[in-house]
């Protein structure tokens, strides 16, 4: 009990996080609902409310996105075909993203090829959106307006195939 108290007064003096603060802790994301002496209520992405004792909170890695700057890069990943048209795909989807509400200007949006996969080659979008939940939204709305634009313009998104090669000609032993 007194390592929680303690633990509350260095919470409260240090102010590693603030109630209203979007956090992670031990996978789990959320905002920080209510901070007591004992112990800090954070409410998870999907409504539960964890309670968590200031000591846990104390000793764990917390991320904060909220402290300084709430504003997040909002990450979208697509692939397409090899024969599809990189340099069009990259251009659609940035504009997508210009498009889109939730894009700040502060940041131009941009597109780099990330790897070369064995059904495609893998894209990476980025932008900055003001906020976590924004960004995981944002890129959400993203993924269906992209789908939605490649159809219309022609760019492929792959899917695993497989070939089977069959030699009829070969002599059973």
Known sequence: VLGNVFSGISIVFSKPYRVG?????RNEYGTVEDITLRHTVIKTWDNRRLIMPNTV???EEIINY???DPRMLCQVF???SYESDMDKAMRLMIEEA???PNCLPDMEPGVVILDFKDSGIQLRMLLMTKDQPTAFSTACDLRKAIKKRFDEEGVEIPYPRTYVIYDRDQKKG
């Not at 603060?21 to 802790?25: G, H, L, Q, Y």
């Open 21 to 25: 603060d979007a956090v992670i802790i």
């Open 98 to 100: 210009k498009k889109h």
């Open 57 to 59: 909170m104390d000793n």
């Open 66 to 68: 909220s402290i300084t």
């Open 78 to 80: 697509v692939e397409v």
